[in-house]
């Protein structure tokens, strides 16, 4: 970074507020509209260690506390319908925290706590860091028990192949939930769409998923077969 480019970025960082809601977090970082790619959420906080607090809770365990790994619970429904109770937000239930004081990860997913993106919040030093996102924490990225530090180097750039793979596993997981699947394995996910889809088909519910993400060959994405375990039906007609 040079030093216009530092300047840049510092003039930016200091007319944030001090506290961000989950749409200024969306906005600041560049991850678009906050109702259109909420579901990016998930894989940002559990693989990416993006830092996003709790705020506005009874629990006393997880007030204030950062985030170190969340799931869906519900599905936002904003549409009438007589089958489906109307959800305004996505409601996440909160798997694991961190104790700041002892720079431990605490279990709560006994605890039941279910928030939406209302309830969340980042500070303006931690949200600026991760921007910066180039970063490595002192700890390895998957090491959660301590806190998070300055930046020691920068972190290499993720493979687009790799990135797919990762937020599939977040589509799996919303699809198994959506349609009440018995797990959430690829093959499982990929027969619960009838009549059979091919793979440009079954490729657009990714795109529709996260376009950005998604906008790249579908043969490419299923070609490592240890990776994307999906036998796509030979019966498969194109529903274009």
Do not use: W
Request: hydrophobic letters at 30%.
């Amino acid at each position: 970074m040079d030093q216009y480019d530092y300047l840049a970025l510092t003039s930016r960082n200091s007319v944030l507020p001090f506290k961000l809601s989950l749409s200024e977090v969306f906005d600041y970082i560049g991850l678009g509209n906050l109702n259109s790619y909420e579901m990016q959420l998930i894989e940002r906080i559990n693989n990416d260690n993006m830092p996003i607090r709790i705020m506005c809770i009874d629990e006393e365990i997880v007030q204030g506390r950062l985030i170190a790994s969340i799931e869906l619970h519900t599905e936002k429904n904003v549409l009438f319908s007589k089958t489906t109770t109307y959800t305004h937000n996505n409601i996440y239930k909160v798997l694991t925290v961190i104790d700041d004081t002892k720079n431990i990860i605490m279990d709560v997913s006994a605890n039941n706590i279910l928030i939406t993106n209302e309830q969340m919040y980042a500070t303006r030093d931690e949200i600026t860091e991760y921007f910066r996102n180039d970063l490595l924490r002192d700890n390895p990225s998957g090491d959660r028990n301590k806190q998070i530090t300055n930046v020691k180097s920068k972190r290499k750039k993720e493979p687009i192949q790799d990135k797919r793979l990762r937020l599939f596993e977040t589509f799996c997981q919303k699809v198994a939930k959506e349609k009440n699947l018995p797990d959430d394995k690829h093959q499982t996910v990929y027969d619960s769409y009838q009549p059979p889809m091919t793979i440009d088909d079954f490729y657009d519910e990714l795109t529709k998923f996260d376009s950005n993400t998604y906008s790249f060959n579908a043969k490419d994405f299923v070609r490592d077969k240890t990776k994307v375990k999906i036998k796509f039906s030979k019966a498969a007609r194109s529903r274009e």
